[in-house]
């Protein structure tokens, strides 16, 4: 039997990226997915590619009636939820001088508050289920902030303190909690941010996979009951060296 046969996920901003590939691998291991994302065309995409075990929704995580919808999707479709995925996020990198609020309130809301938003609709839905896996994608930018990414890094870092106190609040109803750390992952993030919908090149080949960060999440969803690995950090094993 598959290892997570029975079990239902939700993976938000799953059109592509991390995202797509934590899905597809939750498929592949047998659970039944949900995915999220706003660009419906992506969207769209993105359910053809992973199959009939896979339902796709619309939905902006920063919006509460676009979170209740995807939940409640969830439950409609397959009954329940098991595992969550916080992985919807967006970045703009600009000095603090020169952001402006509504892009500050923008990238805060979709990284920050979006998981909030969601974690708040699982928690009972996992309860009622006798327990579940919540996994917050975070990002080395948490603990390493760098110029004109202070909202990104702000965003981020919140996400962690959130993760750990959300982890001390729920252990105990069998719900896990753990946030995943990544460094620089070969996708189109860093150019959607700057406004370019350039593709990943032989240049970023040094970087993460998507696959490796949806491996780290399989590999928290596998671990021991009786241990928590709570904040796993994952980075490129050879990045480009710096003269």
Known sequence: MAPLSGKVAIV??????????????????GARVVISARNQSALD????????ATVGVSADVRNPDDVTKLFDAAVSAFGGLDILVNNAGIGMFHSVET???EQWRDVIDTNLTGAF???????PLMRTR???????VSSL????PFAEGAAYCASKAALNAFTDALLQEVRHDGIRVASILPGSVRTEFMARAKGTAAAPTADDAWKLAPEDVAQAVMALLAHPARSLPSRVEIR????VRRS
């Open 12 to 29: 938000t901003g799953a059109s592509r990226g991390i995202g797509l590939a934590t899905a597809s691998a939750l498929v592949d291991a």
């Open 45 to 52: 995409q993105a359910v053809r590619a992973l199959g009939a």
């Open 99 to 101: 952001t402006l609020l």
């Open 117 to 123: 938003l969601c974690t708040q609709r699982a928690l």
């Open 130 to 136: 006798g327990g579940g896996f919540i996994i917050n």
């Open 141 to 144: 930018a948490s603990t390493n």
């Open 236 to 239: 490129p094993a050879q990045p």
